[in-house]
Each structure stands twice: as structure tokens, then as C-alpha cells.
């Protein structure tokens, strides 16, 4: 069994779709309504398009309040975020719960392509609260250094302050790559921000028992309380307003 389908699997025993469907939505509808849910897990685009063109609703939330777009990347559906994301009337700022995004999730498994698509979608780069660049400094996948580019490439507030004050480094140092962490720092992120609790980014790499990550930041932190010296090279000034 692959990965995706134990995932596939476990999301329909944890939502109990069909159930609810049924007793939520009325008899004629829970039909539709389970087949869309279904076609996202078991990535079947064509069913998913087909559902659109008769009339559904691509914006229905499972029982937990999840859109399609964002289970889809949850689970690495792209057939069926693709066939979603084509849909006329689709919303691709449609949150859950804790305010999350499609281009969150994106961001967060480091799914380039999909980010992209939904950028192109007008997605919110700069959302209040936590935002798509905090959730891609988290990824620990390959690509999470080049959903940093992409996501600063377009703007992101590198310093972005969650409901808390945490920052997009804080998460990188804590949860992340070393190697995100590192291109933050290097285009510019504010090591000696502090968070309404009082912690630093060194803090955070600390706490997550990483001195490397605390070394690395308490060292940007020192470069920057010491006077430097004329650059030859413009500094990177992405992310920067």
C-alpha cells in the first residue's frame, strides 16, 4: 500500500464523510458529496471535473471544514487539485478552522507547482497572521529553501509577525531546514526580533535542542551590532517593504 493511500485512507476514517454526508446534506446530495471527496482521495481528476460541469459546488467543506484544494495537497492529490483549481467558481482563499490557506498547505509541503498555480490565482502572499512564507520556513522537505525564494520572489513580508510575533525565522530555526534558515538570514530576516513571550530566534533553535541553528543566528546577530564595512555587491533586498 502507498504512502498516499494509507494517507487517503486515514483521512476518510477520520472524517467519516459518508456518514455525515448523509445525515448533513440530504439523501440526493450525499451522493455527490461523497464522490467528490473520494475523487480527491483517491486523485481522480476527471471525476472531479465531471462533478464541476453538473453543478458542485468545488468550495464544499469535508466534516472538519477542509476545502478540496487544500485536502488535496494535504494528501498529494495534484490530478484532483489541478481539476479543482480549474473549476470557475473556486476560491483559492477558502480557510479552515485555524485560518489556513490552500497556499499554506503548499507552502508547507513544499509543492512548488502548486503555490505557483495558485499564485497565479491571486492567492494571498501577505495574509494576516501566520502566512504561506512561516509554513514554508517550516517545510522539511527538499524544496522548502525554494518556496522561500518563490514565495520573497512575490513579495512575502519576510519579518511576518504571526498572532504571537513569531517570524518566518523563528519557525525556519526551530522546525525547519538549516539551509532556509540560512536564506532567510541571508535576504535579509531580522534575527533579534522577539515574539510576545519574549523569545528570539535563537530561543526557538534552543528550545528545539538545534545549537546550530541557536550558533547561527546568535553570529547574524553580531554581524549585524558590528559596523560593516562598504559592500561592493548590493544587499538582497527581497522581502524587505
Not at 490552500?102 to 507547482?113: D, S, T
Not at 495558485?118 to 527538499?142: F, I, R
Not at 509577525?161 to 531546514?177: D, E
Request: hydrophobic share 45%; glycine share 8%; with cysteine.
Amino acid at each position: 500500500m502507498t504512502m498516499q493511500r494509507r494517507r487517503a485512507l486515514t483521512w476518510l476514517a477520520a472524517t467519516g464523510t459518508g456518514a455525515v454526508a448523509a445525515c448533513a446534506t440530504g439523501l440526493a446530495h450525499a451522493g455527490a458529496y461523497e464522490d467528490w471527496f473520494q475523487a480527491i482521495v483517491r486523485n481522480l481528476g476527471d471525476d472531479i471535473t465531471a462533478l464541476v460541469r453538473r453543478g458542485f459546488d468545488p468550495n464544499t467543506r469535508d466534516p472538519k471544514g477542509e476545502v478540496g484544494l487544500t485536502i488535496a495537497l494535504h494528501l498529494g492529490s495534484m490530478s484532483a487539485f489541478n481539476a479543482i483549481l480549474a473549476a470557475p467558481n473556486v476560491k483559492v482563499e477558502a480557510r479552515n478552522a485555524k485560518d489556513e490557506s490552500p497556499l499554506m498547505m503548499a507552502a508547507l509541503k513544499g509543492n512548488l507547482p502548486a503555490a505557483r498555480a495558485l499564485m497565479a490565482k491571486d492567492a494571498d502572499v501577505n495574509k494576516t497572521g501566520w502566512t504561506p512564507l512561516h509554513y514554508a520556513a517550516s517545510c522539511t522537505t527538499a524544496d522548502g529553501p525554494a518556496m522561500l525564494t518563490l514565495l520573497l520572489e512575490n513579495h512575502a513580508y519576510i519579518d511576518a509577525a504571526s498572532p504571537n510575533g513569531t517570524t518566518p525565522l523563528m519557525m525556519a530555526v526551530r522546525y525547519g531546514l538549516a539551509d532556509s534558515a540560512r536564506l532567510l538570514l541571508r535576504e535579509g530576516a531580522d534575527p533579534a526580533l522577539k515574539n510576545q513571550l519574549g523569545l528570539t530566534a535563537v530561543d526557538f533553535a534552543r528550545q528545539a535542542q538545534r545549537q546550530d541553528m541557536a550558533d547561527l543566528v546568535a553570529e547574524a546577530i553580531r554581524q549585524r551590532q558590528t559596523p560593516s564595512q562598504p559592500q561592493s555587491q548590493p544587499q538582497p533586498q527581497r522581502g524587505r517593504w
